[in-house]
């Protein structure tokens, strides 16, 4: 039996006594670097001038006051998504993700908009429960894991 340590390939640790303008300065060139390595591959690949690519996307992205509202849009609604999603991975349960997330608001959005109020309260008292019923499933099972139970999901 072997009984030697295997230490991880990379550790990444945070630094606590880095000074605020050293951190912005390894930020800063980080940004750059990216930007020159990312330069030698649109050089390389597609033989286009990188300084008029990276225009391009700026023109194209906040070019227009319609064009920033619509990139701002986009980024406010990864934000949020990102905020939704940051407790679930904190405590290290994994979700349907991201983009299933966005999805299934927008089916759920979909249904509410299109049905009456007295069948919209049903809906709502319904999604409830059944999320309710849902996350205490999921606890029951990973309380049951975490005893050494393995459970096997029957459900897609």
Known sequence: MDNTVKEPLIHLSKREDMSFGKKWLVRIIAILLSLIVCAGFIFIIIKMN??????????????TGRRFWVTARDA?????????????????FWNIGAEGQILMGCVASAVMLAMPSQQAFCLYLCLYVVLLLEESGESFLHSLKQDGIQMRHYLP
């Open 76 to 92: 406010l609604t990864l934000l949020c998504v990102a905020v939704a999603v940051t407790p679930a991975f904190k405590m290290k």
């Open 50 to 63: 990188p300084v008029e690519v990276y225009e391009g996307i700026v023109e194209g992205a906040v070019g």
